[in-house]
């Protein structure tokens, strides 16, 4: 594999990891306004792995002389994540089943 594939292919890690970071904290939001605490927690706990990851990669790319280039997380996956439009009944009924 070329320098140049290695470095397209640890740009596009990075970003990967910017964008679960992302989904995590969306996650752990939902989670938090539906009283599902303890789930909340292990995703933000998620979330600054994967911030901690992007940020490796990216100290990586640049201790290389490569320039990191960090996408928005529309250009990554689209415009909205997967999971709002999974919101119906299974939502629905993980919220009903928390203590209230």
Do not use: D
């Amino acid at each position: 594999m070329t320098t140049q594939t290695m470095m397209q292919k640890l740009n596009a890690q990075m970003n990967l990891e910017f964008y679960a970071s992302n989904l995590h904290l969306h996650l752990s939001e939902w989670c938090s306004e539906n009283r599902l605490n303890g789930t909340a927690i292990f995703f933000r706990t998620q979330a600054q792995s994967n911030v901690t990851h992007m940020m490796r990669v990216f100290n990586f790319l640049k201790g290389a002389g490569a320039n990191p280039i960090v996408k928005a997380r529309m250009q990554l996956m689209g415009t909205t994540p997967r999971w709002r439009s999974y919101s119906g009944k299974h939502l629905k009924s993980m919220s009903n089943a928390a203590p209230r």
